[in-house]
Structures are given as C-alpha cells and as structure tokens.
C-alpha cells in the first residue's frame, strides 16, 4: 500500500488533513472514501487495515479527520453529524477533481450513519458498507447521558471518550436528534453491506437489524461475531476489508483486470511502465522498482536490495527463534547488509581469479542481556539460516515459458 497525505477545504473554508491510500502500482480500479467512528481518526488502527484491505483490490481509499479532529483545522465543539456529512462531500468533491470520482463509501460507527446521508448527496457513490452504525444517529448520546441535563441548562459539557475531553454543545444534540436515518434508507436506492457484531456494546447489533430492514434491495448483513465494537482484533478489520472489496466488485464495475495469483509460490508482474514490478505471496503484495538513477521510479525495493532483504530477515528469524528456544535475554536483532561483486582473485574463498564474485556483508547488532559466549553463538547460528544456506548452495534455475 502507498500512501500519499492530502489536503483540502471543507465548505467553511477550514483544511482538513487525510490520506489517500493506493494499490502498490498506483492504479486504482476504482476510489473509496472512508468515515470514521465518533471522536475517531483516519489513522486508527481498524481504519488502516480495511483500507490495506482494499488497495490489495485495486481500490484506493480516502481517510481524513473531520473538522476539528486529529490534525484538521476547526474546533470539535462547533461541530455536528451535519457538518460531518458535509466534510464527506468535500471530500468526495476534492476526490472527483485532483484523482476520480469515488464510487463506495465506507463508514464505521457514527461514520457509518454520516455515509449514508452523504452517499445520498454524492451522484458518483454506487455502494455503501457500514460497520457497527447506529440505526439513528441520537444513539449517540448514550457516550454522554450522565451530561445531558448539564448541555439542556448550560448550553454545553465536557465529557471523556476513550480517555480525551470533547466538549459537547446543545446543537449537537439538537442536531442528531433531527436526523431520520430510516427514511433516507428508504428514500436511497444504492447497494449496501452491513456490518454488525452480536456482542457490540456500544452499538447493539439491533440497530443492523433496523437499518437491514430499512434499506431496498441489493442488500447483504455480514455478522461480526466475537468482534468488538472498535474492531481492535486486526484479524477482524482485515476481514470486513476484505468482504467489501469483494462485495463492492460486483456494484462498482470496475474495469477489467487479471488477479494478480499463482499455484506457485510467488508471481511477479510488469507492464509498460518502467521499472515498476508487483509482487504478490500468498496475500501479500510488494512493490519493486529501480532507483530512479537507472530509470526507474524508485517505487519501491531493488531486486537486489530485495535479495538483501530476505537475508537479512531470515537471519534475524533464525536468531530469534534460536534465543527464545534457549531462553536467551535476547531483547532486538538488527541486520545491516550490502552487496557488491569483487574480483575472485581478491577473495581467499575461491580459487579462480579470473572472474568476480558475490560478496555479501551482513554486520549483526545484538541488544539484550547476553554473554559473550551467548554473542558467539548466535554469529554462529547466523550462518545456519535457510536463506544464507540456500546462498552458498550450488542453485539451479529451470526457466520456461507459461502458456
């Protein structure tokens, strides 16, 4: 995933910061927009993984903080669900002007609500995913019930959510009071997926079983069973990322595209485009590239600093793995290499001088309780890891073409 920090106003002229998060080519199918949770931030750990999730299928997603959170300009207590709805049509229309139009939008809790007043709004939104959302946005409200006589007669309170002070005026309430979720559902002819955990305290999953029944067809519930309301297990979030992009595939009409996958271990692809190479293991995508002083992009790794790469974290796995089986007071490894070719006749390794080798360094810093005898030890078992046996093995490589 490549992130890329933006900025851009909202309709009272105030900046607001996000991120846009892309696929590893830098070639979205399509863009998404995301809302977070109430009081929360774009770089919240469940947020960041349902976008790694979606950038993994070609959908780029966008994350800001709503006015007068996280880094954007404004103040929290002059804000409201309207004004969050209006930040996401600012987004949407920053997203159609610099990049492309979004067509989903996420949204996570109070978020959730806020997408899809704003989905409503946005003519270029074909889907819309929520998670954990409030059935009515004064569900809210519950976050504060023990200041609610206070805000009636004083016009506003300082509460604490999750350990911060927010202050809370009366036009919020009056704000979220006004809001009939049911009736945009009903009056909204998009697709949408709804997530809900059965044990999600903050927002009982009843309030799915309202919006499910509120909104038209093509509609779809997924339970989150066992996830909290935050989804701070990150199994949890990565899944929900990887139903939508799923789910938003069949609604979005993406273009076209062969799925980067293989029945072997590791497949590799390059375009047109110099010298940007995608790399996908198992779930897992990379981007390699050249520095940009051979023509390249400097996008991501070199092959070779990518061969550095491998040694090194097998290396420092294998000392891990070996100090943890001995009980060992072995706190970080750290692995700095480099690679060079040198003339055979100035290494006392190999006796033909007539050509050049490959020489590998690999400098090992240890940090924790450790005797010098235990240091030893481990410089020995560095040399036992797959990757540095594989190295020194006599390798053959069988190439043929793919039908």
Not at 35 to 63: C, D, E, P, W, Y
Not at 83 to 111: E, R, Y
Not at 285 to 314: F, Q, R, T, W
């Amino acid at each position: 995933m490549y992130s890329k920090k933006i900025t851009f106003k909202n309709k009272q002229g105030q900046l607001l910061t996000g991120e846009i998060d892309l696929p590893i080519d830098k070639k979205p199918l399509n863009y998404a927009l995301f809302a977070h949770f109430f009081t929360g931030n774009k770089n919240f750990t469940a947020v960041r993984n349902i976008s790694r999730a979606l950038t993994q299928n070609q959908i780029a997603v966008m994350r800001f903080d709503f006015t007068g959170l996280g880094k954007s300009e404004g103040n929290f207590e002059d804000t409201n669900f309207t004004t969050n709805i209006s930040d996401l049509i600012s987004a949407a229309q920053f997203l159609t002007t610099n990049f492309q139009a979004p067509k989903l939008i996420v949204g996570h809790s109070l978020g959730g609500a806020a997408a899809i007043y704003a989905a409503k709004q946005i003519k270029s939104i074909e889907a819309i995913a929520t998670i954990g959302a409030p059935a009515h946005p004064s569900h809210v409200a519950h976050l504060f019930s023990t200041h609610l006589e206070e805000i009636e007669s004083d016009g506003e309170a300082i509460i604490t959510i999750g350990g911060r002070k927010f202050t809370i005026k009366k036009q919020f309430l009056e704000d979220i009071h006004s809001k009939d979720l049911p009736k945009i559902l009903k009056d909204l002819r998009k697709p949408i997926l709804v997530f809900h955990s059965p044990q999600d305290k903050v927002v009982e999953v009843i309030n799915a079983r309202e919006i499910y029944k509120a909104a038209h067809h093509p509609k779809s519930f997924i339970s989150l069973d066992g996830a909290n309301h935050l989804l701070t297990n990150k199994q949890d979030s990565f899944y929900v990322g990887k139903v939508i992009s799923s789910w938003a595939n069949r609604y979005v009409n993406p273009d076209e595209q062969e799925e980067l996958s293989t029945d072997k271990s590791v497949v590799v692809r390059i375009g047109r485009e110099k010298y940007t190479t995608e790399i996908v293991a198992r779930t897992h995508a990379i981007l390699v590239d050249e520095p940009k002083k051979y023509g390249g992009k400097d996008a991501g790794m070199s092959p070779y600093e990518l061969l550095l790469a491998s040694l090194g974290s097998c290396t420092a796995i294998t000392l891990r793995m070996y100090a943890d089986r001995k009980e060992w007071n072995l706190r970080e490894v750290k692995v700095h290499l480099e690679h060079f070719k040198q003339h055979a006749k100035d290494s006392k390794d190999c006796t033909n001088s007539n050509t050049k080798i490959d020489v590998f360094v690999r400098e090992i810093k240890l940090k924790g309780n450790l005797t010098e005898e235990q240091k030893s030890r481990l410089l020995q078992i560095a040399n036992k890891c797959p990757v540095h046996k594989t190295l020194e093995n006599t390798i053959n490589i069988e190439t043929r073409l793919r039908e």
